[in-house]
């Protein structure tokens, strides 16, 4: 269900190699959410670093709405650059097993792999 890999680069080195592979790999950034960020200013004492890449292929998006329009709550990716006991750590949920829980229909489950396999290729890219 998951997919995460361990890297020897820092937190931000992580974050910036990801957001190039992304753009290099056809798919665009329409967000990136600094978790951990967040959640000092709020007052919490979090000490993990935490950045969620929200990601999209226009295509790709328009081929899951075109077969189950109730998919666009699934969008977009989510890929995850974070630090875990001193680990810089780069990882997402599997959008294949994410999308064939929430349908059975053969035409999504390849587009989901066809997104997957891109996603971590990307992930692999920058670790």
Known sequence: ???????????????????VEVKNLGFGVLHIHDLGETLRSKGQDFNENCRVFEVCNPLQAAKVMAI??????????????????????IGLIKPAQ??????????????????????????????
């Open 98 to 127: 994410m999308l064939s829980a929430l349908s059975d229909d053969p035409a999504l489950l390849e587009v989901a792999n066809e997104i997957e396999e891109k996603i971590m290729q990307m992930i692999d890219n920058s670790k």
């Open 1 to 19: 269900m998951y997919y995460i890999v361990n890297t020897d680069k820092s937190f931000d080195q992580a974050s910036a190699d990801l957001e």
């Open 68 to 89: 189950d329009m109730r998919l666009n709550m699934a969008l977009p990716c989510r890929i995850s650059v974070f630090t875990e006991k001193g680990s810089t750590k």
